[in-house]
């Protein structure tokens, strides 16, 4: 595998993330629950790592509410998503990935938030969440290497957790924000040796199915992911 850039699509640029970010920032409506930069990119990483792959227009709902009003802005809207979303899995096979996080004020300045990285990831979870749910019931490793996101995601409130947790100090709290990159690799690496199987298959089939003549799932699962 070669490690130079020259052979996979590179990561935005400062400029591009700004500007993508100034988009999604003017178009979200905090009531709605509407996903910003860092809430986007951890969509996307969830999807890169996932189990099947999932196409732009059952992604690209969770991030655009409304029709573009200019031609050119929505395509160069599309492109940086599509930038984005392609970049991530091209950095997970050179060890490049870092996830794009949010900043919050603290007593002790601008300090590093993993709350909208998470609710993106549960939602990228959400979108295979048949698949998702049974290897989370039935594989116990794969429980084990989603460790530190879930565990920043209960802190955050994204993670109903069955048990009461601690508040994580600010040294676990860093710690688990180091580790995810490691954490989508292990994923990323887990649905390549261990794919998702014909019956798994048919079972999100037939629950896409369900759900679309029924009406969308709730949002809160089993004590699992809920936003």
Known sequence: ?????????????????????????????????????????????????????????????EVLHEPFVDETEGNRVLALLAKLNDSIS?????????????????????????????????????????????????????????????ALAVDEGILSAEAEFEKLTDDEYDDCLAQLPAVLAAVNHYWFEHPATEAEIDALHQATEARTEQQPPPRQRSGHWVH
């Open 1 to 61: 595998m070669s490690d130079t850039k020259t052979n996979w699509p590179s990561s935005l640029d400062d400029g591009e993330l700004d500007e993508l970010d100034a988009y999604l920032r003017a178009h979200a409506q905090e009531n709605e629950g509407h996903l910003l930069l860092d809430g986007v990119h951890g969509l996307l990483s969830a999807l890169a790592v996932g189990p099947t792959q999932v196409l732009p227009e059952e992604w690209l709902p």
């Open 90 to 150: 091209a950095e997970l096979d050179v060890d490049a990935y870092e996830p794009i996080l949010g900043e919050v004020d603290s007593e002790a300045g601008p300090a590093l938030s993993a709350a909208g990285w998470c609710e993106g990831f549960s939602r990228g979870i959400d979108l295979r969440a048949s698949l998702w749910e049974k290897r989370l019931a039935d594989d116990p490793p794969l429980m084990e290497m989603l460790g530190p996101v879930m």
